[in-house]
T-cell receptor, first 112, second 118 residues
Framework: KNQVEQSPQSLIILEGKNCTLQCNYTVSPFSNLRWYKQDTGRGPVSLTIMTFSENTKSNGRYTATLDADTKQSSLHITASQLSDSASYICVVSVRGYSTLTFGKGTMLLVSP | DAGVIQSPRHEVTEMGQEVTLRCKPISGHNSLFWYRQTMMRGLELLIYFNNNVPIDDSGMPEDRFSAKMPNASFSTLKIQPSEPRDSAVYFC????????????????FGPGTRLTVL
């Protein structure tokens, strides 16, 4: 069964600190992996998308890594800001299919 | 572009009533997706359309749920009759895709409709 597991479930960090969110998946055959940011009361917004041939991709202070061999991804946030407080969702797609498999997200709170 | 537009943003109704959620995708996009999000289950795909045709509705929970896309700029998700367990946030998303490269294209989400069934 295709699954995406994220850890931790929630995280509190101080403004200015770095943090790393984890994503493990069992989706096969793998096509691509996306990280979405979802602010409270809003729809998810794409941060990065990586295919199996990419092992890192950055979007400003967000850097995603992918290890297709171990089926793990991480999202690193550098110099966190209050506006980074949100839910971060890992999403994996299966090659040849249109549907996406979603993780349940990590709720990040950046505290002043 | 205004992005994906959903209405209403909030809906409170009583059990047994019919609920209709509406979505206007981004102009030029040819795929539309309906999702449901709850704390327990996260985001779940209910149904998606490609070129106005339903491709996969295996995520629709039961016959009480139905979705239509009469044209490229409008879709509805209907629940009849509604039940308290249908309470969730319902998202519509759209993308520009072809079936060959379906799994790669980025989906743009609307702001969601928060449904509460009493």
């Amino acid at each position: 069964k295709n699954q995406v597991e994220q850890s931790p479930q929630s995280l509190i960090i101080l403004e200015g600190k770095n943090c790393t969110l984890q994503c493990n998946y069992t989706v096969s055959p793998f096509s691509n992996l996306r990280w979405y940011k979802q602010d409270t009361g809003r729809g998810p917004v794409s941060l990065t998308i990586m295919t199996f041939s990419e092992n890192t991709k950055s979007n400003g202070r967000y850097t995603a890594t992918l290890d297709a061999d171990t089926k793990q991804s991480s999202l690193h946030i550098t110099a966190s800001q209050l506006s980074d407080s949100a839910s971060y969702i890992c999403v994996v797609s299966v090659r040849g299919y249109s549907t996406l498999t979603f993780g349940k997200g990590t709720m990040l709170l950046v505290s002043p | 572009d205004a992005g994906v537009i959903q209405s209403p943003r909030h809906e409170v109704t009583e059990m047994g009533q019919e609920v209709t959620l509406r979505c206007k995708p981004i102009s030029g996009h040819n795929s539309l997706f309906w999702y449901r999000q709850t704390m327990m289950r996260g985001l779940e795909l209910l149904i998606y359309f490609n070129n106005n045709v339903p491709i996969d509705d295996s995520g629709m929970p039961e016959d009480r749920f139905s979705a239509k896309m009469p044209n490229a700029s409008f879709s509805t998700l209907k629940i009849q009759p509604s039940e308290p367990r249908d309470s969730a946030v319902y998202f519509c998303a759209s993308s520009l895709t072809s079936l060959e490269a379906f799994s790669y294209n980025e989906q743009f989400f609307g702001p969601g409709t928060r449904l509460t069934v009493l």
